[in-house]
């Protein structure tokens, strides 16, 4: 019983895959490492440098190592920048993702767990999202994992195969020092990297309807992640019901200016974050309701708020002055 992780030699993915070992699953990684890195993926995991697109490589991989399960991470996850690249994006989540069900079904796999988005609500009528609340994606990235959890419905319909998709918003934090966030675009590392280059972080806004003037999401620790995807795979391979989709979340959310007044406290840097105008588009306040994952997948949010960024900023310092670029370097 054997479980590809697509994409697990990125920070999400690297994650998973140290849980799914740590659950006993055996695991093999495909990544292409435009955005991972190979020294993320634990010694003994097979790791197979090839992108999704790739068909003859997808088809190997699923024969060589016998798979029986598929836990579908590999993507395109930036979504102001797809708004710049729409090709782009749908040809990695889009195409890639066709290719790779399409090999699924042919060797006759039938357990599939899908990385969504909470991208896929878009701006919701409601600032807390439940999996009923309409999906209304707002950018290529949205759309393009709407789009992804479709194809598993259709697919579902037609052959019988078991599915579910997790929705999260904003994932911080470090399950361990030799796996972070390389993202250039995400807060956590921007702010790090800002404050031991010697600059000011900012804060985008602090005028809106939300207790302290900021914006207020979801933040969730990246192991509290892993291991909810871990419980949905377990749950395929035990045969018992499971929704299409779940939300991730916390239910209450954490503002921008708590997220800085913890990094202070944290990392010991006195600072005070400037002040920028509002960003065009950025709601005031959007989480999302956990309460059908804690039932099925025992999700809850382990680690605080401190955890969250110590864990990520004691990741960030190990790597020191070799902190890489994502792929940049193996």
Known sequence: MTWLVT???GYIGAHVVRALRGAGLDTVVIDDLSTGLARFVPDGVPLVHATLLDADAVRSTLDTYGVSGVIHIAGYKYAGESVQRPLHTYEQ????????LAATTAAGIDKVV????????????????DEGTATRPESPYGESKLIGEWLLRDIGA?????HTSLRYFNVVGSGSDDVFDVSPFNLFPKVFDMLLRGQTPRINGADYP?????????????ADIAAAHVAAARRLDAGQPIERVYNLGSGSGTSVREIMTAM???????????????????????VANGDLAARDLDWRMRHSLTDMVASAWSARQAAGASYPTAGTAP
């Open 7 to 9: 994409g697990g030699a």
């Open 210 to 222: 939300t207790p302290d003037g900021t914006c207020v999401r979801d933040y969730v620790h990246v």
């Open 114 to 129: 899908f990385s969504s988005s909470a991208a896929t609500y878009g701006t919701p009528e409601t600032d807390v999202v």
């Open 93 to 100: 989540n889009v195409s890639a993702m066709v290719t790779l």
């Open 264 to 286: 202070r406290a944290v990392t010991g840097v006195d600072f005070e974050p400037e002040v920028a105008p509002r960003r065009p588009g950025d709601p005031a306040r959007i």
């Open 158 to 162: 037609a052959s019988g195969l078991r």
